[in-house]
């Protein structure tokens, strides 16, 4: 399994980045990809996760209403999609997937419980 995130920058708060999270290798049916961040000093926590056979998502208050999770089976990436940066949202956000993904949703915020994990990628708003 591989898992790659692009997309990461500067961006100045209020304004919007995309992140894109390639998935390969995969042999299981039901499997999930979540979003994660991490920031200087803290621990890593769940920003929004998807199971890709149904689609249910999942999103930490901190993000609701601002990122959004999609998942483009064709190319077969899932984008987190982030609007109204705010500084706080400053991190290295990285991807990861879950081989079963029926408690996907539930076990978003922890990620410990997640697989595997891509190389992160690093977004930085400025106030």
């Known amino acids: 399994v591989q898992l790659q995130a692009f997309g990461g920058g500067l961006v100045q708060a209020g304004g919007s980045l995309r992140l894109s999270c390639a998935a390969s290798?995969?042999?299981?049916?039901?499997?999930?990809i979540g979003w994660f961040r991490q920031a200087p000093g803290k621990e890593r926590e769940g920003v929004s996760c998807?199971?890709?056979?149904?689609?249910?998502?999942y999103s930490a208050d901190s993000v609701k209403g601002r990122f959004t999770i999609s998942s483009d089976n064709a190319k077969k990436t899932v984008n987190l999609q982030m609007n109204s940066l705010k500084p706080e949202d400053t991190a290295v956000y990285y991807c990861?997937?879950?081989?079963?993904?029926?408690?996907?949703?539930?076990?978003?915020?922890?990620?410990?419980?997640?697989?595997?994990w891509g190389q992160g990628t690093l977004v930085t708003v400025s106030s």
């Open positions: 990861a997937a879950k081989g079963d993904g029926r408690l996907a949703t539930v076990l978003c915020e922890v990620p410990t419980m997640w697989d595997y």
């Open positions: 290798g995969f042999t299981f049916d039901d499997y999930a």
């Open positions: 998807i199971r890709r056979s149904n689609g249910n998502t």
